[in-house]
T-cell receptor
Framework: AQSVTQLGSHVSVSEGALVLLRCNYS??????LFWYVQYPNQGLQLLLK??????LVKGINGFEAEFKKSETSFHLTKPSAHMSDAAEYFC???????????FGTGTSLTVIP | GAVVSQHPSWVICKSGTSVKIECRSL??????MFWYRQFPKQSLMLMAT?????????EQGVEKDKFLINHASLTLSTLTVTSAHPEDSSFYIC??????????FGAGTRLSVL
């Protein structure tokens, strides 16, 4: 079985500061891991994915995440926050051969000018 | 990336009526599509897995007679909320699976039942 825990339902950062959104996963099989972003009243947009290749994954809009098996983590980072990054972020896990996606409860990112 | 179109984006209906939501994969064929429900400020909860040409697989606690799913072609799945009630008001999101187990999401449908 798989599950995801996102620590911190709300994160606030100043514009230009480092963004760090935490995600820890639990999986009994090799996982696929994803970060999605959701803007108000919109669907989910894929930011990046880990599919057992490179452990450091680069995504869109300057985001990246590092898969750390020893820590069962897949934290999302961005060196410098922009106002347009304000949104809800979801981490998700799936078995590499499975259908089911398990989403975390989401982290709302606020960027302070 | 792959595009999934969901229609309508917003629907308001009277209690007791039925509402159909469409989910289309525009540039790829999707043998499997998924329907999620999202309550305000909460995460997505999988309602059902829709497989082309066969019956949908519903998650525990989801009424299959209430939420009818049809996946008649490789690019279209529909969700019909039958006899809608105010408690069915929610944000419904579909996704379609491309290869390599990547899901692409529609923009969602906000359902408001009066």
């Amino acid at each position: 079985a798989q599950s995801v825990t996102q620590l911190g339902s709300h994160v606030s950062v100043s514009e230009g500061a480092l963004v760090l959104l935490r995600c820890n996963y639990s999986s009994s099989v090799p996982p696929y891991l994803f970060w999605y972003v959701q803007y108000p009243n919109q669907g989910l947009q894929l930011l990046l994915k880990y599919t057992s290749a490179a452990t450091l994954v680069k995504g869109i809009n300057g985001f990246e995440a590092e898969f750390k098996k020893s820590e069962t983590s897949f934290h999302l980072t961005k060196p410098s926050a922009h106002m347009s990054d304000a949104a809800e972020y979801f981490c998700a896990v799936s078995a590499f051969s499975g259908n089911q996606f398990y989403f975390g409860t989401g982290t709302s990112l606020t960027v302070i000018p | 990336g792959a595009v999934v179109s969901q229609h309508p984006s917003w629907v308001i209906c009277k209690s007791g009526t039925s509402v159909k939501i469409e989910c289309r994969s525009l540039d790829f064929q999707a043998t499997t599509m998924f329907w999620y429900r999202q309550f305000p400020k909460q995460s997505l909860m999988l309602m059902a897995t829709s497989n082309e040409g066969s019956k949908a697989t519903y998650e525990q606690g989801v009424e299959k007679d209430k939420f009818l799913i049809n996946h008649a072609s490789l690019t279209l799945s529909t969700l019909t909320v039958t006899s809608a009630h105010p408690e069915d008001s929610s944000f419904y999101i579909c996704s379609a699976r491309e290869d390599k187990n990547i899901q692409y999401f529609g923009a969602g449908t906000r359902l408001s039942v009066l």
